[in-house]
């Protein structure tokens, strides 16, 4: 294998350019909560100075009761696309077999491919959701991991915690569950690693919370998947800072709740506009949108760029023949920039 053909992170879509009308990545339009300016302003010349917890024990704690979890069954690191990394790192063995939605989070497979695992795609339902009798046919001896993306990325769209649960029993792979977008629909299987020792769920501070930039995320799983992530981990994972901030973060409550009402708002008043100019919109219940335009995306997405609106080319999800984009819903008169960028192009 030549450098050029190694897997890599660097052909995702994170690294797309960001124009004046952004609705590309799915960051937190509001912000974050109010509160995380408090812990700011706060902070001591200590929190400069000093190695920070490696475990990250006050964060811990508070995630612990909030879910009604054992400490011990709880890893936190950099960005959850830490752990992405590291999951299939410890977990398997060059040549298992990774089964992942054909449709989802680019990261999942780079990830397995970088571990030398062998990756197997299941496919998705007409209605674009992950089809998991489909997942289920394709489990055989050395299926080791499962990757699931709950709400999924791009398409918004969730599967509901009893099938998610029933699928988890059903199989003796390791299933992970990706929750990054969960604060805006669907129902958090976190407790569900009490009593399912297969069951590895993924949370982050950077989408409902608002702190991308701090780059902190946990999961969740049995004490002997957590004990070797932290054997595979760096000594110092999160900064001080990171983890005071998303503590607060975690507490905002309220915050998380606004947040979900606002999205539901703005989902729903793009999906209605895109509509509304015949735009097949997939009917989402998270934070992103996928929209199927005019062939090639590319040309479609060239168009919008040269009018300032930035968007996900769907083919960064293995959707390059379809057509489709994704858009991440921000502030109102943003949504309304791109609707009225989108009459411009339709106007030609
Ligand atoms: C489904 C999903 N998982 C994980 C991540 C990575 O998030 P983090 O910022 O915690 O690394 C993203 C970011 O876009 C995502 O969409």
């Known amino acids: 294998m030549n450098k050029t053909q190694l897997p890599s992170f660097r052909n995702l879509y994170a690294f797309g350019k960001k124009l004046p009308i952004d609705l590309s990545l799915s960051e937190n ?24 917890d490696p475990d990250c024990n006050q964060l811990k704690k508070a995630i612990a009761k909030r879910f009604q979890i054992k400490v011990e069954c709880i890893f936190v690191a950099n960005g959850s696309e830490a752990i992405i990394k590291l999951l299939p790192q410890v977990l398997l063995k060059p040549g298992d077999k990774v089964i992942i939605p054909k ?18 795609s299941s496919e998705m339902t007409p209605n674009f959701d992950i089809d998991l009798d489909d997942v289920k046919s394709k489990i055989d001896k050395n299926t080791k991991l499962i990757f699931l993306c709950n709400p999924n990325n791009p398409t918004g769209r969730v599967i509901s915690k009893k ?12 299933v992970v569950v990706d929750e990054a977008n969960i604060e805006f629909g669907g129902k958090t299987v976190i407790r569900e690693v009490n009593r399912l020792k297969n069951l590895i769920v993924l949370r982050t501070f950077s989408k409902a919370f608002g702190l991308a930039g701090f780059r902190i995320g946990f999961c969740v799983a049995s004490k002997e998947i957590i004990q070797l992530l932290e054997q595979a981990s760096q000594p110092f994972p999160v900064s001080t800072i990171a983890e005071k901030v998303a503590l607060m ?30 735009f097949k919109v997939i009917k989402s219940q998270a ?23 930035s968007v996900v080319n769907g083919s960064f999800f293995n959707l390059e023949k379809a057509s489709f ?11 309304k920039k791109f609707i009225e960028v989108i009459d411009k192009i339709l106007a030609k």
Do not use: H, W
């Open 287 to 309: 934070n992103n949108l996928l929209v199927k335009v005019s062939s090639p995306s590319s040309k479609f997405i060239d168009k919008l760029n040269e009018k300032g609106v």
């Open 249 to 278: 973060a975690f507490k905002d409550t309220k915050f998380i709740k606004k947040t979900r009402e606002f999205m539901n708002g703005e989902r729903n008043f793009l999906s209605r506009e895109l509509e509304k100019r015949s």
């Open 325 to 335: 984009i994704r858009v991440s819903p921000r502030l109102r008169k943003t949504n």
């Open 29 to 52: 339009p509001l912000g974050c909560s109010p509160k995380v300016s408090r812990v700011l302003e706060q902070l001591t010349q200590a929190d400069f100075f000093d190695y920070p």
């Open 103 to 120: 449709l989802t989070f680019p990261m999942f497979d780079v990830a397995s491919k970088m571990s030398r695992g062998k990756v197997i």
């Open 163 to 174: 099938k998610i649960v029933d699928f988890v029993q059903s199989t003796k792979a390791i």
